[in-house]
């Protein structure tokens, strides 16, 4: 009797348990996918420094941490006689990169602003465009560009390489821009200039400092994607002393009789530096930028 | 300080859209002169065009004796705030205030000095080194103010500044503002398509429909002496009863009513016995506080509104509703016809016996009437005249 007569009291506690149980339940799944989303993105990485640092009798074991830590591949792949060209690669990258990005940005902020402030025949057509190059595969495109590019004598030259780098950077980069540049309310530059600034000046001291947070986001990508492009880099440049890090990196697997692990993956790490670096570097002006820009008048 | 002159101003966007239609419209020295309007009567338009922020198709602007139709609106000397503040996120209180005067190149120990007044004046001395994100909806109100104020300029434009805050912030506000332009006595123009607030801001409001100011005139004018349907029906909390009546003899009839018209107030011109007639809701009083000579009529009481002041008694009248939606929404003003019966208002006192299902005696003033033309909306009580108001200072406006 006591039994029956404790359980519809006793009723709600339980399932409130069961309910409890199953969101631990559920909380844990996601929780555990989210450990193998991690482990799955981070392991490459770390399985790359580590073997960049592990001697070459740790890497044929496969050993799970460098025991005995070594900086030889790095040497080897600095400046081992197997692998000459690092510095020149390492400035060539560079070179491709900066200037990509920085005639990137200034190109397509002017023409961000034009898409997002001013109306024109054609604007939309050109948007639609702009989406739909997007969508070509860039294997498709790399025997083109070759003949064109060779017209004008720009194959195995890194201006050939940028001019190439920019006719996919850009595209993105105008499109993301535009975005940024059409939260920004038009009021503000209007009350700029009926406070005094000439167009040009509400751009400079209104315009410009507003979208940042969108020059920043979009240079990391475009520094990002130039700085990993390899197909194009390897069809166009020829020449040892013309090539980009990305190139070098591929003469690691080379040999067909044996691969230098130690070294490749020494020279991995050091192709990976600079983005990183870059990365850190901007990374907190684009987390302020957000928040600066959710900010409306 | 200055004068600002518009002279048959017009406004073509693209399309042939019309959004100012040829608005001649004298402002003086130091008035308070609001635009009022329904929204797309182009009362934004004539505003920004007078800032510089929309070129003029046609027509002559000019700010204290200078012609700027065709200057930048930096050259024009101007301030304006605008509905959405418009502050720069990126820039501090004190940076927002001072900018006008930096890009102007002030000396800095100036900008200083003036901001440090305008921020004691409106109160944002606390705020000068936040941003505007961080600040409340009447703060950012307050530093858009400030930042018009800050550089003295010779006119202030007011694009709906109030919309954006909620309505008892509102009043406060529309209060303040009033104190602001009688102690810094600046040309302002003011944008709203809130009666209320035209009304109590305004020295003279110019009530604008369709691209074109149909009268500008002082509030009580405007309220009194409506030269125009349209403007009875805009101007006014609540709304005149509007109706169609015919007259007949000396009585006017609509719906159900009879009522003798008064002596002194009649249509001037005939309109076939066909008006639209006009009563405003304190022109009816319970019979029990009115005086015993006004006429009356029976009514049912559909709403009762008690406002603890006085009560809204709403009641049918079996005729056509005609209201400044209505006249809004047809394409001509001579289909002023709607299906609906009238739903007209009665402000009484607020002692009233009314209840609702019952009927009350409701004492009329027919001194208080107004008469339209069916056709035109032109109101009956005023001579025959361009039917369209200039709007020039001083218009005489015949009783």
């Known amino acids: 009797m006591s039994a029956s007569a404790a359980t519809p009291a006793g009723a709600p506690q339980p399932r409130r348990a069961r309910r409890g149980r199953r969101k631990l339940a559920t909380q844990t799944g996601w929780n555990l996918v989210g450990i193998a989303v991690i482990v799955v993105m981070v392991f490459p990485v770390y399985w790359m420094i580590s073997t960049a640092f592990k001697s070459d009798g740790e890497i044929t074991s496969g050993s ?17 006689a197997d692998h000459p060209y690092f510095w020149n690669s390492v400035a060539n990258s560079l070179i491709v990169v900066c200037v990509t990005v920085a005639l990137s940005m200034v190109i397509a902020f002017f023409a961000a602003v034009a898409l997002a402030k001013f109306r024109f025949t054609g604007r939309k057509v050109f948007i639609v465009l702009m989406i739909g190059i997007q969508m070509l595969p860039q294997a498709g495109l790399i025997i083109p560009l070759y003949l064109v590019l060779r017209q004008y004598g720009q194959t195995g030259t890194l201006t050939g390489v940028i001019i190439t780098y920019m006719t996919f950077v850009l595209p993105f980069s105008v499109w993301t821009l535009r975005g940024f540049i059409i939260g920004i309310p038009r009021d503000l530059e209007e009350a700029a200039m009926v406070d005094g600034s000439s167009r040009v000046g509400a751009f400079v001291r209104i315009l410009l400092p507003l979208v940042a947070p969108g020059l920043v986001a979009t240079s990391v990508f475009a520094f990002i994607t130039s700085w990993n492009e390899f197909i194009f880099a390897n069809v166009l ?32 790490t050091l192709t990976a530096i600079p983005v990183v670096i870059f990365f850190v570097l901007v990374q907190r002006k684009i987390a302020f930028g957000l928040t600066a820009g959710a900010v409306k008048g | 300080m200055a004068e600002i002159r518009l002279e048959n101003v017009s406004k073509l966007f693209a399309g042939d859209v019309v959004a100012v239609n ?15 309007g329904p929204s797309g009567c182009g009362k934004s338009t004539l505003l920004r065009m007078i800032a510089g922020l929309e070129e003029v198709t046609d027509g002559q602007i000019s700010i204290a004796g200078t012609d700027v139709t065709e200057l930048a609106p930096r050259r024009r000397d101007i301030a304006m705030v605008f509905q959405s503040y418009a502050l720069y996120p990126h820039m501090s209180v004190r ?23 305008v921020a004691k004046l409106l109160g944002l001395s606390d705020l000068l080194d936040r941003r505007p994100g961080q600040l409340s909806g009447g703060q950012r109100q307050r530093v858009a103010m400030g930042r018009a104020i800050a550089r003295e300029p010779k006119a202030f434009l007011m694009d709906e500044p109030l919309s954006n805050l909620d309505a008892k912030l509102r009043v406060g506000m529309r209060a303040s503002l009033q104190q602001l332009h009688s102690r810094l006595g600046v040309t302002t123009i003011y944008v709203t398509h809130d009666q209320i607030e035209a009304m109590t801001l305004g020295q003279r409001v110019a009530v604008m429909r369709e691209g074109r100011i149909l009268q ?59 008006v639209v007639l006009g009563i405003r809701p304190e022109s009816f009083e319970d019979t029990a506080f009115a005086s015993g000579d006004l006429p009356r009529i029976e009514v049912q009481v559909e709403v009762l509104e008690e406002l603890g002041s006085d009560a809204h008694v709403f009641f049918l009248v079996d005729a056509p509703r005609i209201t400044a939606e209505t006249l809004e ?71």
């Open chain 2, 216 to 274: 500008a005139d002082e509030p009580q004018k405007l309220y009194q002496e409506p030269r125009d349907l349209f403007v009875a029906a805009f101007i006014g909390s609540p709304a005149m009863n509007l109706v169609e009546a015919t007259i007949d003899g000396g009585d006017v009839t609509f719906g159900q009513f009879r009522i003798p018209l008064a002596a002194g107030r009649r249509p001037l011109r005939d309109t076939g016995g066909r």
């Open chain 2, 22 to 36: 040829d608005i001649t419209l004298d402002i003086a020295d130091g008035e308070f002169l609001v635009l009022v």
């Open chain 2, 329 to 399: 929404a047809s394409e001509e003003e001579a289909t002023l016809l709607a299906l609906e019966k009238a739903l007209f208002t009665a402000r009484v006192d607020a002692r009233t016996r009314a209840r609702v299902g019952e009927r009350l005696q409701l004492a009329v003033d027919p001194q208080r009437f107004h008469f339209f033309d069916p056709d035109t909306g032109a109101s009956l009580l005023q001579p025959a005249e361009p039917a369209r108001a200039t709007g020039a200072p001083g218009t005489p406006v015949p009783a």
């Open chain 2, 95 to 117: 940076q927002n205030l001072a900018y006008g005067l930096k890009v102007r190149r002030t000396p800095k120990a100036q900008i200083a000095r003036r901001v440090d007044e």
């Open chain 1, 237 to 268: 440049l020829n020449d040892n002393s013309k090539q980009t890090v990305t190139v070098w990196l591929s003469y690691f697997t080379g040999t067909a009789r044996h691969t230098d692990w130690g070294a490749l993956m020494a020279a991995s």
């Open chain 1, 64 to 80: 799970w941490f460098p025991l005995q830590p070594t900086l030889q591949h790095f040497r080897s792949a600095m400046a081992g």
